[in-house]
């Protein structure tokens, strides 16, 4: 499929769209997904959004967040969703795995799927693709996406407090992925529609509970492990741990970014007991590549520097197998 042919299909008066975000909603998914819903409804094309589990708290402000089924709590709402589309839009993910549980109803329906993406290895199932992992952001591509598209002059406010979420969200506020002029060259154009970017800054970060700083404190102080020789550290919290500090969905949110401060340091997880696995976050400095431990050893996967994954084993065997990992993998040895 074109980009003349999607338009037509998106034109079509019975035209059903689904845009789909990822499993443990990040800003930009949530951001670029819902910046496409406000084009779409402004041009009265029928849209739904679905995410398989629930936001966290910081995004809950975004315009249009309420509109999102959440398929874990709406099952049904989200297989009728997925049944009627006449055409998915992928956002900010490029492999079924990340939409989990959802997975096997969208593979039902044949109607054809666009990828907007920029993570690395995109499965190649998809009718139409936008996939580039020089690009920041989901939320960046999505820009150019309705630039292509001419839909240009639907850019309203919503749309870019949405996109700029998006971008400052998966840049860590313009620290990494973003050295392309172009991703500023696109904030700026965004600012220019009048959104409060210092307002947006405030919601998504400085929205912490008590406990949750709490939980940094007890992090840095007691729980940091810093390991000189692999040039590498980490956190991991046990489930009774994580209860003593009331742990909400999103509280580990940048925690894994401090321990990058520390001098030497290339390589950092955060290694989280949840009720049936272990979930780690994965971040890293310069060529060291945390994908491919995410996907190598973690049934996981992401960007160079900033990865995810799981691991079915204890929360002890775990930390045991992410050192062995450390001290007999080759490929990272030279990283070292
Ligand atoms: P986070 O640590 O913020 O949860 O995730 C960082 C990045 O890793 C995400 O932007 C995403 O690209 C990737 N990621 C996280 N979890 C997974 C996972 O389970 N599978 C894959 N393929 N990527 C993941
Ligand atoms: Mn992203």
Not at 197 to 218: A, P, Q, T, W
Not at 223 to 245: G, I, N, Q, R
Request: proline fraction near 3%.
């Amino acid at each position: 499929m074109n980009i003349d042919e999607l338009k037509t299909k998106l034109l079509n008066p019975d035209a059903k769209v689904l845009l789909l975000s990822h499993k443990n909603p990040d800003g930009d998914t949530i951001g670029a997904a819902l910046a496409l819903y406000h084009i779409f409804s402004q041009m009265n094309i029928a849209t739904k959004l679905l995410v398989p589990n629930a936001f966290p708290d910081f995004l809950k402000w975004m315009p249009g967040a309420e509109k999102f089924i959440v398929a874990m709590e709406h099952q049904k709402d989200a297989n009728q969703a997925i049944a009627e589309a006449t055409l998915f839009f992928f956002v900010d993910f490029n492999n079924y795995e990340r939409i989990d549980f959802i997975s096997k109803e969208v593979g039902k329906n044949n109607a054809p799927k666009v990828l907007i993406d920029h993570h690395p290895n995109p499965d190649s199932f998809f009718d139409f693709a936008m996939s580039d992992v020089k690009v920041s952001s989901t939320s960046e591509l999505i820009y150019s996406f309705i630039e292509k598209m001419e839909f240009l002059d639907k850019l309203n406010k919503q749309v870019a407090e949405c996109l700029f979420t998006g971008i400052m969200t998966d840049t860590g506020c313009f620290s990494h992925n973003s050295s392309r002029p172009e991703t500023f060259e696109t904030t700026a154009h965004l600012l220019k529609t009048g959104i409060d970017k210092n307002k947006i800054y405030d919601r998504v970060y400085n929205n912490f509970s008590e406990s949750r700083m709490r939980l940094l404190g007890y992090a840095l102080y007691e729980k940091m492990v810093v390991l000189p020789k692999y040039h590498t550290a980490y956190f991991s919290f046990s489930a009774e741990e994580l209860k003593k500090f009331n742990f909400q969905l999103g509280d580990e949110e940048g925690m894994v970014n401090y321990l990058l401060a520390v001098k030497g340091v290339l390589f950092t997880i955060i290694i989280i007991e949840k009720k049936s696995y272990v979930k780690m976050s994965f971040r890293s400095k310069g060529l060291f590549p945390a994908n491919y431990i995410a996907k190598r050893y973690f049934h996981g996967g992401g960007h160079l520097n900033a990865a995810g994954g799981k691991s079915y084993k204890s929360l002890k065997e775990t930390i045991e197998k992410l050192q062995t990992v450390l001290k007999d993998d080759k490929t990272i040895q030279k990283y070292f």
